[in-house]
């Protein structure tokens, strides 16, 4: 019982790392950087369609380029989506993996705390409180038939 307490604890540092605010300046450059990156990269892709949407509405494009053209835009919508797809499934897998082997224990460790407690509160139910209440009872029972023989002799 004690063994998964003792591994709990283990598993759980409880020293917090000291958090500089240097730290906090240094991170926060590389957020914007990747925000910028993601403005920049955005921006040039709307160009490019922008670019090739111009050139088809000139005079003389014919639609089987049209159409050729549309079906490279959605083939390469399809291998994107289907990246973020599998993206999805790693995290997904990542997440089980979390939940079985990280949460399931701790759950475990609770609950087994929870039974030893239930038992505890069972004991001293058994062993201190019944004897008390029957204590009280008695010393109840004791002082009426005092209080009984008082009012006789008063």
């Known amino acids: 019982m004690t063994e998964p307490q003792h591994s709990l604890r283990e598993a ?3 020293d917090l790392p000291d958090f500089e605010e240097e730290d906090y300046q240094e991170k ?17 892709i709307l160009t490019l369609i922008v670019v090739v949407l111009v050139m088809l509405l000139q005079p003389g494009t014919d639609t089987g380029r049209v159409r050729d053209i549309f079906i490279i835009f959605m ?5 994107l989506i289907g990246g973020v797809m599998i993206i999805l ?7 089980t993996l979390l939940l079985q082997n990280e949460i399931k224990p701790i ?6 705390t929870a039974n030893t407690l239930r038992g505890t509160t069972a004991f ?31």
């Open 28 to 44: 926060e450059p590389q957020s914007t950087g990747k925000k910028i990156f993601f403005i920049i990269g955005g921006l040039l």
């Open 75 to 79: 083939a390469l919508e399809f291998l």
């Open 89 to 95: 499934i790693i995290q997904l897998a990542r997440l």
């Open 124 to 154: 001293l139910s058994e062993h201190l409180v019944e004897p008390v209440l029957k204590l009280n009872q008695y010393m109840a029972g004791l002082n009426k038939i005092l209080s009984f023989f008082k009012s006789e002799k008063d």
């Open 107 to 112: 759950l475990e460790s609770t609950n087994e």
């Open 12 to 14: 759980i540092p409880l």
